[in-house]
């Protein structure tokens, strides 16, 4: 059986832009979290900071994950972040079990 994939995703919104990071979240989680295998697709904002964000995502396999990467709402969401992002995101990928 497939081991759950943890990622925690750093993003960083051009300065003033943190509103349009939320609202795209908005309008992509209901869509993502209705995927086979999401187990979890959280957006948080740093405290203190509004155009910094940490996307958290648990899915139940990485053939679920490779799904998700594919859509076609993903490709839009892909294609638009540009626009107010700041530069790419950075993916970090966690070790399954916690190590204590």
């Known amino acids: ?39 979890q697709y959280d957006l948080h904002q740093v405290s203190g900071e509004t155009d910094r964000f940490v996307l958290i995502e648990r899915w139940s396999s990485q053939a679920a994950l490779a799904a998700h990467d594919v859509t076609p709402h993903m490709v839009e969401a892909d294609a638009a972040s540009p ?12 070790v399954a079990e916690p190590l204590a």
């Open 1 to 39: 059986m497939s081991q759950p994939i943890q990622l925690v995703i750093l993003i960083t919104t051009l300065p003033g832009r943190g509103k349009e990071q939320i609202a795209a979240f908005e309008r992509l989680a209901p869509i993502v979290r209705a995927e086979a295998g999401c187990l």
């Open 83 to 94: 626009a107010f992002r700041a530069g790419p995101a950075d993916v970090i990928r966690l």
